[in-house]
Nanobody, 130 residues
């Protein structure tokens, strides 16, 4: 079992920045570097959507078009933590942000699909006022 705990959410104004953190723990604590990690978000009344992913090998990031150039995903394998640096926030970024861990790398399931991910955090609220 892997536990993921997000933190860093809050209420900010448009144009501000936030950094979200997601700490992993559990029986696979020592193998965090072998997981692909991702952030998703869910706005009120909308489906959960992919935000960014960082690969297990080489830490290569992949961002959704809606956040490209504003959000940066990174990881610190020594701390079992993945981050999402969010700059130039917009009101439409308001959502609950979830981190997710990809342990099994399901063949045929894309990295932007929720079905790719095996473990999820409880989410952290980000609210951006105009």
């Amino acid at each position: 079992q892997v536990q993921l705990v997000e933190s860093g959410g809050g209420l900010v104004q448009a144009g501000d920045s936030l950094r979200l953190s997601c700490a992993a723990s559990g029986r696979t604590f020592s193998t965090f570097s072998t997981y692909g990690m991702a952030w998703f978000r869910q706005a009120p009344g909308k489906e959960r959507e992919f935000v960014a992913r960082i690969s297990r090998v080489g830490g290569v990031p992949y961002d959704a078009d809606s956040v490209k150039g504003r959000f940066t995903i990174s990881r610190d394998n020594a701390k079992n933590t993945v981050y999402l640096q969010m700059n130039s926030l917009k009101p439409e970024d308001t959502a609950v942000y979830y981190c997710a861990a990809d342990l099994n790398q399901r063949v045929g399931v894309g990295v932007t699909s929720e079905r790719r991910y095996d473990y999820w955090g409880q989410g952290t609220q980000v609210t951006v006022s105009s």
